[in-house]
T-cell receptor, first 112, second 112 residues
Framework: EAQVTQNPRYLITVTGKKLTVTCSQN?????MSWYRQDPGLGLRQIYY???????DKGDVPEGYKVSRKEKRNFPLILESPSPNQTSLYFC???????????FGPGTRLTVL | TQLLEQSPQFLSIQEGENLTVYCNSS?????LQWYRQEPGEGPVLLVT?????EVKKLKRLTFQFGDARKDSSLHITAAQPGDTGLYLC????????????FGTGTRLTIIP
């Protein structure tokens, strides 16, 4: 089954404790991205990757890191999480950035 | 400042009624997508419109792209409870531009 998987689905952590949210797709898509979703703000892009070893900042990259060492995986790293990073996070993949985005199920992160 | 503004932000109507939601921008988009997101899931693509003035129908849903490619609308006829969800528009600014910008979203509730 073609899908995007994210782990964990739910995470509660404390300020400053490094965490990684994994994202994997099995559709051989070149383009992958991370979004955060907050009430009234829609989906805002954090980082995107057009291919292996190619990443770039989206609209709200501060406080986040990503890497794209393999085509299928695109982890999101929060080196020192803060409460303002409490949000619902989605990973998405597509052939190209302007094509249909296939989203993962989301990761709800709470930073205390 | 959001590139894509959706209105209304919230809409609650009775089953069987018709409704229209709007996606507006001051920028010209090469293409525009509409997604629906249900609770606990990621957004799923409904339709992509590419040509100014284009109208696409998906059963009871009618999508229109403005002539100037700056706005779009989604009209639902005889709404049903299954239409409940968050509707998001997303646009690509230039042909070949990999970045997809999402709107602020319209949360639709259909009351049985």
């Amino acid at each position: 089954e073609a899908q995007v998987t994210q782990n964990p689905r739910y995470l509660i952590t404390v300020t400053g404790k490094k965490l990684t949210v994994t994202c994997s797709q099995n559709m051989n898509h070149e383009y992958m991205s991370w979004y955060r979703q907050d009430p009234g703000l829609g989906l805002r892009q954090i980082y995107y990757s057009m291919n292996v070893e190619v990443t770039d900042k989206g609209d709200v990259p501060e406080g986040y890191k990503v890497s794209r060492k393999e085509k299928r995986n695109f982890p999101l790293i929060l080196e020192s999480p803060s409460p303002n990073q409490t949000s619902l996070y989605f990973c998405a993949s597509s052939f190209r950035g302007y094509n249909e985005q296939f989203f993962g199920p989301g990761t709800r992160l709470t930073v205390l | 400042t959001q590139l894509l503004e959706q209105s209304p932000q919230f809409l609650s109507i009775q089953e069987g009624e018709n409704l229209t939601v709007y996606c507006n921008s001051s920028s010209v988009f090469s293409s525009l997508q509409w997604y629906r997101q249900e609770p606990g899931e990621g957004p799923v693509l409904l339709v992509t419109v590419v040509t100014g003035g284009e109208v696409k129908k998906l059963k009871r849903l009618t999508f229109q792209f403005g002539d100037a490619r700056k706005d779009s609308s989604l009209h639902i006829t005889a709404a049903q409870p299954g239409d409940t969800g968050l509707y998001l528009c997303a646009g690509s600014l230039n042909f070949g531009n990999e970045k997809l910008t999402f709107g602020t979203g319209t949360r639709l509730t259909i009351i049985p």
